[in-house]
């Protein structure tokens, strides 16, 4: 059951020894995916099973294709930071997002001094791990190429939000709004109780951001059979995988080619 485990993992799981995850050979010829798991609530262990369900079909697909030349791995990230530290109530404390932001750029910067490029290093994610990466992105203390995000949230389900998760939500809309360039492919899902379209359509006015809803997927047709993915499980359904597959995978080779050095 080691491809099932709750901790940080190689997907698939034998890529490399999961004790020394940045023993991989030749990293110089690779391009590593670091894909972030979603969130339960503040005061709920978070889930973290990187080659089962927690990771999405269209990134564990990435994994072992070859764009301009290169390698893809993914490798699962479990934030250690299952639970969070923030009082809505109060309005006080750290909250887990952002804890896993931080852990986030520490990875980063470990898999840079083991030899992998950061211009190729994309972060992805879902929900929360999604959001993480964005904050990762506007903090700029890490070197990494973009981020690549499914139905980004962490403060709940609109309905049921408190004003002060609504309070730190706002503030975290405004500093990610602040930021001059921001490289990230952004997917919003109708039907997301945790932020729809219309919630996430700030994103969309940020330089650098392509933002996605899933009434308009690229590549996905009437006639194709393939209902449109929505609700905050979208990214998993098997038809996103199907017709967003070679979209993401343009706008890596896409992100790639933009910066120097990068053969293709």
Known sequence: MSGCASYSQYVPANITDSHTPFSLL???????????????????????????????SVIKRLSGDVINGLEVVVYGFC??????????ALRMGEPKVLKRAKSLEILVKQFIEHGVPGNRIFLAGHSAGAWASLLVARRGEVEFN??????????????????????LRNQHVDYLQQAQYLPALIYAFE??????????????????VVLINSDELPGATDGNDCPEP????????????????SVIRDYIQQRLASHQGVSD
Do not use: M
């Open 79 to 88: 934030s250690p930071w299952r639970f969070g530290g923030y009082n809505g």
């Open 146 to 167: 973009s981020v690549i995000g499914f139905a980004p949230a962490f403060s709940g389900k609109e309905a049921d939000r408190s004003e002060g998760w609504w309070e």
């Open 191 to 208: 039907s997301d109780p945790f932020n729809d379209p219309s919630d996430l359509s700030f994103l969309g006015t940020i330089a650098g």
């Open 230 to 245: 929505r609700g905050h499980r979208g990214p998993f359904k098997s038809c996103f995988s199907e017709t967003q597959l």
């Open 26 to 56: 030749h990293p110089e010829n690779k391009i590593l995916i670091i894909y972030n798991h979603g969130s339960q609530a503040e005061n709920k262990k978070d889930y973290c099973y990187p080659n089962s369900w927690t990771t999405p």
